[in-house]
């Protein structure tokens, strides 16, 4: 069966009749004599739009037949009756955008398979385009499968034709570029299509991807290209031609702050390990609270834990996020005993997720302004204590 979507594709209203209404998980499953709404295949999404004002987001073929989904309005009754009259209504902005990106793709295939090679974009993208310039047709005819019509032109294909098709066969026509069977909504002219850009080609599996864009899609990212430009005029302190020419200088110069950074900070986990390591042999504490805000990424932790010469101690370290959303990073290391008793349950205080076994205990925390609480825990685990070391 050719659909009413197939037969005019630039219809947005179709009044039809109910065949059938089921009740389905969520909504009902609904068929009409006809349908402006395309169903799901060859290669093109379904359309959405409406039905007496009940809400379709899909529509599916199965055979001749097009299935549609409606949404339960709340009321859990079936929205139509058997044989009942009804106005259908297309989401036409989706179906055009839809129209637009299978009708290019046609013509983009047909001027790879025609003449060039796959790593020539910019001719190709050039031929289409001038195509489109050109107001090139595009015609939609329909013949039953047995037509001689079909047989005669070896230049027709089955492109995009779902294998279940049954019953008359339509055949999409670029004027002057091909002819192939298809099943999906089309433009009537290539000056519909506005534009075309093609992006890339990926090679995979023996195939050639090129990826694309048609029509409004092509403005929609300009204009967001447009607007990230703009804010790089900003960040950057320059016009777009400098761009990346001064992006690679904050690059650098990020990456020798982060060297300098890692410096210091290991020159500071030591120092504090080195100061630790002092009282090894006179006191030295049964626990060390330290608590910094170098991120996640600093190595200050693994740097200081290294270094550190108390095998009885127990550490309990964070490492907050700079952008001061409390989350950050959380070790605890010491006797298996004592990791097991008291990593848990400070994880679940800092709201955290990580694990431990034997003498170390790991976590991403979220809420590290429960600390206090945490630290409080410790200080109860470890009570006939006196020495201690907390900053």
Known sequence: MVFKCQEDSFLQEFQTKVVSCENVAGGYS??????????????????HGSVAGRKVTSVVRKGPTAIHFVEDDGTNSPPFAVGEEVLQRVEWSRRFDHMQQHSGQHLITAIFDREFNRDQLERVES???????????????????????????????????????????????????????????????????????????EKAKGKCLVHFLVGGRV??????????????????????????????????????????????????ATAEAEKLNALRDNGPPKYVLLHRSDGQESDFINTFLRLVKLPDCFFFLTNADTDGSGKGQLVLQGKPDDVAKLGPEICTLLEGKGNGKGTRFNAKVNKLKNLPQCEKLVREHFPSINTAVEK
Do not use: W
């Open 219 to 268: 403005v929609r990212k300009l204009s967001e290209c447009y607007e990230r430009e703009v804010q790089l005029n900003t960040l950057l302190n320059g016009g777009p031609a400098s761009h990346i020419e001064l992006a690679k200088k904050l690059q650098t110069s990020v990456r020798s702050t982060q060297r300098v950074a890692k410096k210091l900070t290991t020159e500071l």
């Open 127 to 201: 031929i289409c385009n001038q195509l489109i310039v050109d107001c090139t047709p595009v015609q939609v005819q329909v013949y039953e499968p047995n037509d001689p019509a079909l047989k005669s032109d070896v230049t027709r294909a089955t492109r995009g034709l779902p294998e279940d098709v049954s019953g008359p066969l339509r055949v999409v026509t670029i004027a002057g570029v091909e002819s192939n069977m298809c099943c999906g909504t089309h433009v009537r002219n290539l000056s519909q299509l506005q534009t075309i850009k093609l992006l890339s080609v």
């Open 30 to 47: 609904v068929v009409f004599e006809n349908t402006i709404l395309f169903p799901e295949g060859g290669g093109q999404p379904t359309d």
